[in-house]
């Protein structure tokens, strides 16, 4: 099974609005990574928030997370259409060597 | 510099047949992951390569499949006597994977297999 899940599964906005998406997981981890995917292509990272840090912030994104909760959350402001793809989370397992991914969200912005 | 690349970019062929990947890792990435993605969903661990330690393979799904790399350079992904289900995207990534980890995986575009 997945130790990541994402929710929403897909999610469709309009560009300029903010878009949210969630990750939880099970076990305890090293760090929780973000990825991006456009159609046809391979994954691309976004941002790695280690398991002692609550918030992270990389130009339009801001990833939190709580340990307690063992949840995550990733924050995109003033969307793009550009935006549009599919997000990944991933945990990082504590030896520090394996990454598990949920499921995705898919994100459409409309212009 | 070069990122990942993979190789054939679409392969399609016929139930019962084997068929080859390749992946090329960034330059002095000693970490190295197989996934299979779905259509419309999440990646799926195959196997994953550190150095020249025994590699872990927990994730290959069958003994129809199997992985090699030499050294911390190429590695091939063979999955024998193809299967309909087999039908997905295999997506490569390294990693410099010092130790603690906390390093980003960086992938290759993969390889679309459509079994006929």
Known sequence: SQQGEEDPQALSIQEGENATMNCSYKTSINNLQWYRQNSGRGLVHLILIRSNEREKHSGRLRVT???SKK???LLITASRAAD???YFCATENNAGNMLTFGGGTRLMVKP | GAGVSQSPSNKVTEKGKDVELRCDPIS???ALYWYRQRLGQGLEFLIYFQGNSAPDKSGLPSDRFSAERTGESVSTLTIQRTQQEDSAVYLCASSPQWGGG???QHFGDGTRLSIL
Do not use: F
């Open chain 1, 65 to 67: 997370l709580d340990t």
């Open chain 1, 71 to 73: 949840s995550s959350s």
């Open chain 2, 102 to 104: 906390n390093q980003p």
């Open chain 1, 84 to 86: 549009t793809a599919s």
């Open chain 2, 28 to 30: 002095g990435h000693t």
